[in-house]
């Protein structure tokens, strides 16, 4: 479970971000190239200086000496050694965390059924294909049975067979527990979340359930909600039924993140509370799952000041 | 709360070496590894240890006619050769490292800086000491090389200044972006050391400036070592304190490159 706020100095690459989530949970974070995805992850896995703010992750500060373990990060691009083979490979970065003996090797084998390489168990990983190559970086991070996973774009540019493979390994290991922070700009993979934040320009414009996103939005996939609440002109139609629609995210002229309906708030409310004193004026102040239907369209055009709408057409289409 | 603290397997076995600035294992695993990757590249190992011996054979031929010369010139390059040759390795690889980002991956781990850097300086060494033997032998036997000081003293001066360069390589691989940089490094950083190290005119005849830069450039101090290997029968006093400076270099470098790596 963690929370987390994130301010950056000069040029704000993430603003003002504040979300928590529940474990065991896939929680898919998504917004297009460049908004800022893989610092926020990067934060999260405490790699990235930040401005200000707190970030908490399953009860610790980001980056603590205790978490090493038990968080997992799959970088964007494959982060492992080409002139080494698969096991080699594993071999090493589970001896990197400190697994002797019968227990390294247990990790290496589980983690190599888990991403189906054995097969190329022993390929230098140079000469394996795009997807096998990114499914090496992957299972190094699966290595430590980690109780959280941050993924950047793990399936992007992926077969789609490979992308539905993984996935499954993905619902598995949720099911067992694991909490999975999956970052991705294709917005149909969101349809396999649990939960979704939504991103862009460094500012979270939506974090709750997934259904909850389609119910206010009255879309039926993701990816036409993000349309809606990026380009609130897009499907004027179904206006009235999101004014109708309870509550589940907001976005205004500021960046306000989502009162979301949370069972999950983090313990270490203290530093998140007193950063931001602006926040008390947001419908905060109701309890989220009460906040009432707003009479307004939540997403009017002049509440949400919008200037990359056109690039932003171009890398998602809607419906 | 869905599932409730487990303390995993690793976090237990990682948490009792937390005391020291490195984990044993995990540094020799680094060095393991790192050999590992040298290896499978043949065509470096041939290189590296194959290019001091050529250049030692390329001077016997240059200098067979003067007399002396190669007596004189031989033992000094011990110190210099394998300084570039290991620097050049080096910060390339490193810079791999760094810029493939699993130098960034490592230190999520439990990783510390200076197990990275020590498993790089362990099998660098080892590489190091092999081509140290191998020079050492070729110039002491077939080459001919008549030096008064047992035969290991070059032994010593080579590795340290293998581990000299491997230091600066580490270093310099920080503030390198690109391979390029790291390898316009190289006459920026070691072919200065080069020029006033003494080889080419004795330092007492240089100006003063001069001789005051070169002594405070740690080449100069392998070269004299070598010198005075060559020079005198068994271990001398200048010969040890030479050796100390180079060492105490290039911990204070491999010191200063593990601060580089950041989080």
Redesign the interface.
């Known amino acids: 479970m963690y929370g987390l706020r994130v301010t950056r100095g000069d040029r704000p690459l993430l603003d003002d971000i504040s979300f928590a989530a529940p474990r065991g949970a896939i929680v898919g974070l998504l917004g297009p190239s460049g908004c800022g995805k893989t610092t926020l992850l990067r934060s999260v896995v405490g790699i990235q200086a930040c401005a200000a703010g707190h970030v908490q992750v399953l009860g610790h500060p980001a980056g603590a000496a205790a978490l090493e373990t038990r968080v997992g990060y799959v970088t964007q691009a494959p982060s492992v050694y080409t002139d080494l083979t698969v096991l080699e490979n594993l071999r090493y970065f589970s001896a990197a965390l400190g697994l002797r003996g019968w227990r390294r090797e247990n990790a290496v084998v589980r983690v190599v059924k888990e991403v189906d390489l054995a097969d190329w168990a022993d390929q230098p990983v140079g000469r394996l294909s795009g997807g096998q190559y990114s499914r090496v970086s992957l299972a190094v991070a699966l290595l430590g049975s980690p109780e959280l996973l941050v993924m950047d774009e793990p399936t992007v540019g992926l077969d789609p067979l490979i992308r539905q493979e993984l996935w499954t390994v993905f619902r598995r290991l949720a099911n067992e527990g694991t909490t999975l922070l999956v970052s991705s700009h294709v917005m149909d993979e969101a349809d396999r979340c649990d939960r979704l934040l939504l991103m862009r320009d460094g500012r979270l414009l939506a974090s709750c359930e997934r259904s909850e996103l389609l119910a206010h939005t009255g879309c039926a996939s993701v990816e036409g909600a993000f349309m809606r609440l990026v380009r609130p002109g897009a499907g004027a139609a179904s206006g009235t039924a999101s004014s109708t629609a309870s509550g589940a995210a907001s976005a205004s002229g500021r960046p306000d993140p989502v009162p979301v309906p949370t069972d999950s708030v983090p313990p270490s409310s203290g530093p998140e509370t007193t950063s931001e004193p602006a926040y008390e004026s947001a419908p905060a102040s109701t309890p989220p799952d009460t906040v009432p239907p707003p009479t307004q369209p939540l997403f009017d055009g002049g509440l949400l000041p919008d200037p990359h709408a056109s690039f932003f057409a171009s890398e998602c289409r809607g419906p | 709360?869905?599932?409730e603290?487990r303390p995993?397997?690793?976090?237990r076995?990682?948490r009792t070496?937390?005391a020291l600035p490195l984990?044993p294992?995990?540094t020799l695993?680094?060095a393991?590894?790192v050999l590992?990757?040298i290896v499978?590249?043949r065509g470096s190992v041939a290189l590296m240890l194959a290019i001091p011996c050529m250049l030692m054979v390329i001077l016997k031929l240059m200098f067979d006619d003067a007399d002396g010369a190669f007596e004189r010139i031989g033992p000094q390059v011990f110190g210099i050769f394998p300084l570039i040759v290991m620097y050049l390795v080096a910060s390339v690889s490193t810079l791999r490292e760094r810029t493939?980002?699993?130098a960034?991956?490592?230190?999520?781990?439990?990783?510390q800086r200076l197990?990275i850097v020590l498993g790089y300086s362990l099998a660098f060494g080892f590489l190091a000491l092999l081509q140290a033997v191998l020079a050492t032998l070729l110039s002491v036997g077939p080459l001919g090389l008549d030096i008064k000081g047992p035969p290991y003293l070059l032994m010593i001066i080579a590795m340290l200044g293998a581990l000299l360069g491997l230091a600066l390589g580490l270093l310099v691989s920080a503030f390198a972006r690109n391979e390029f940089q790291a390898v316009q490094f190289l006459p920026a950083g070691v072919l200065p050391q080069f020029l006033v190290c003494g080889l080419f005119v004795p330092r007492e005849d240089m100006s003063d400036g001069l001789s005051a830069v070169a002594k405070v450039m740690p080449m100069t101090y392998a070269v004299q070592a070598a010198g005075e290997a060559a020079r005198h029968d068994g271990v001398t006093g200048l010969f040890v304190r030479d050796a100390l400076l180079i060492l105490g270099c290039v911990i204070v470098v491999l010191l200063a490159s593990a601060a580089t790596l950041k989080?």
Request: without cysteine; glycine residues 6%.
């Open positions: 709360m869905r599932t603290y995993s397997v690793v976090t076995a990682v070496a937390r984990t294992g995990i695993a680094t393991q590894r590992q990757q499978r590249d493939s980002g699993t960034e991956r490592l230190l999520t781990m439990p990783v197990d989080r």
